[in-house]
Every structure is written in C-alpha cells, then in structure tokens.
C-alpha cells in the first residue's frame, strides 16, 4: 500500500527560527513527490522533486529529495508569521497522488 | 479509521456523459472540499461543502457542475455532458471543522474520451 507520512503532525516555532519538515513515503512506483502550502482553501504548489540530491530553492525555503531513503524536507529559514500555514507533501507514483496528512506550522510574532 | 475514501479509482466517460465521482471523508469529518489537477498543474479548489450546505462553490464552473454532501451518504461531484477538458483528477480532502489540516483522498482520475 502507498505511503507518505509527513512529521512533525504540527509545529510552533518563532519568527526568525528555521524549521524543516520531514516527509517519508512508500510507494511502488516513483514519478515525483510534491509539496504544497495549503493556507485556506487551496494548496499552493511549492515544489517538485524528482532527482535525488538536487535542492531547489525559492527564496527562504528549500527542499531536497533523497530516493534512496525515501524521504524529502522542506527548509524555511527566518520564518515569519506569513509561513504559518499546512505543508502537504505528496508523491505521485503513477497517474494518482498520494498526499500526507501535512504539518501545521504556526509561526509566532 | 479508512480516510477519505474515493471511488471509483479511475473513470472513463464518452463526450457527453455525465460522471459522477463519489466521496466518503473521515468518520468524524463534516467539511469536504473537492479539488481539480489538470496536467501540469497544480491542485484547484473547487468548492467547499459541509453536510447539506454548500459554502464555497467558487472555484466551479458555472455550467455542467454540481456537488452536494447530504445529510447520509457521500459527497458527490456530477459534471453532466463532459467534454475532453474535463479529464484531470479530481481530489477530495475533508476536515473536522475549518482549523485543522485536511485529509486527502486518493483521487479519482476522469478521462474524457
């Protein structure tokens, strides 16, 4: 069965602190894995990964994939309270996505 | 405690027929949302229901779409008379109330043919 579980579940931290969310994932077939902010409705997309070892970066935060441990992280550094959001990771091992349960982050002023 | 359940897992129409895609969210959750993902894009709300309310439909098309969550049973989005544009899949998450983080189904991936 496909997997993807993401920890922490939520997380309170600071302005001005980093914070790295973990996503692990199991599934049978590899395409990519994905994440997302998710702030009210919709989630916005942030990245995608599909290469081991290659960070991608956008600004304060970063994200880098490792395929052969199954897992990815998200960086955000000098977080602000504009960061407070959920992160969903997701993987995409065919046609479908599998979505983690994503981590609450709330960033206090 | 199953998730949220989606069925079917796939589902091909003919233009013109209508699809009907189902959701059944988490025991205990009352608010479901469903999402479109186009090819190469990412994930579109479409509209936010709670049990027999529709909150939020802005993110639907005017013509050809609808959605309810009755009182018993699961959500259902219906697109009548589809046309090969409507091929994406279609994701449902629900939630406990408006607070806490969504769960995700798996989809349901329409093809249009």
């Known amino acids: 069965e496909d997997k993807v579980v993401q920890s922490p579940l939520s997380l309170v931290v600071h302005e001005g602190d980093t914070v790295t969310l973990n996503c692990s994932y199991e599934?049978?077939?590899?395409?990519?894995l994905l994440w997302y902010k998710q702030e009210k409705k919709a989630p916005t997309f942030l990245f995608m990964l599909t290469s081991s070892g290659i960070e991608k970066k956008s600004g304060r935060l970063s994200s880098i994939l490792d395929k052969k441990e199954l897992f990815s992280i998200l960086n955000i550094t000098a977080t602000q309270t504009g960061d407070s959001a959920v992160y969903l990771c997701?993987?995409?091992?065919?046609?479908?996505?599998?979505f983690g349960a994503g981590t609450r982050l709330t960033v206090k002023p | 405690n199953a998730g949220v359940m989606q069925n079917p897992r796939h589902l091909v129409r003919r233009r013109g027929q209508e699809a009907r895609l189902r959701c059944s969210p988490m025991k205990g959750h009352s608010h479901v949302y469903w999402y479109r993902q186009l090819p190469e894009e990412g994930l579109k709300f479409m509209v936010y229901l709670q049990k027999e309310n529709i909150i939020d439909e802005s993110g639907m098309p005017k013509e050809r779409f609808s959605a309810e969550f009755p009182k018993e049973g699961p959500s259902i989005l219906r697109i009548q008379q589809v046309v090969r544009g409507d091929s994406a899949a279609y994701f449902c998450?629900?939630?406990?109330?408006?607070?806490?983080?969504?769960?995700f189904g798996s989809g349901t991936r329409l093809t249009v043919v």
């Open positions: 997701a993987v995409e091992p065919n046609n479908d996505m599998r």
């Open positions: 998450a629900s939630s406990p109330d408006r607070r806490s983080g969504y769960t």
């Open positions: 599934v049978t077939n590899f395409r990519s």
